[in-house]
Nanobody, 113 residues
Framework: QVQLMESGGGLVQAGESLRLTCVVS????????MAWYRQAPGRQRDFVAVIPPGGKATYARSVKGRFAISRDNAKNTVYLQMNSLKPEDTAVYYC???????WGQGTLVTVST
């Protein structure tokens, strides 16, 4: 049974930082590409960042330079460090085993002005 469990969301003010964590079980983690997506109220779910097992991360233009995705294969965990947060970053953030239907339940990030 594949499970992805996100945590780390919350309410912060603009300019502050948060780190999201996603713990994965039920897949061979170090063979899978991992990704973060987000869905703002009333909008579609959008790509945020992706990281291959041993390769270079890729980011959406809207977060490049502010967000950093990383992974710890020994802990089956993927992270999303979010800096210089803006109100438009407010969304539910989901991790995903890229290219599959395996998603976490989401964690809410709210950025106030």
């Amino acid at each position: 049974q594949v499970q992805l469990m996100e945590s780390g969301g919350g309410l912060v003010q603009a300019g502050e930082s948060l780190r999201l964590t996603c713990v994965v079980s039920g897949v061979i983690f170090d063979r899978n590409v991992m990704a973060w997506y987000r869905q703002a109220p009333g909008r579609q779910r959008d790509f945020v960042a992706v990281i291959p097992p041993g390769g270079k991360a890729t980011y959406a233009r809207s977060v490049k330079g502010r967000f950093a995705i990383s992974r710890d294969n020994a802990k089956n965990t993927v992270y999303l460090q979010m800096n210089s947060l803006k109100p438009e970053d407010t969304a539910v953030y989901y991790c995903r085993v890229s290219g599959t239907d395996y998603w976490g339940q989401g964690t809410l990030v709210t950025v106030s002005t």
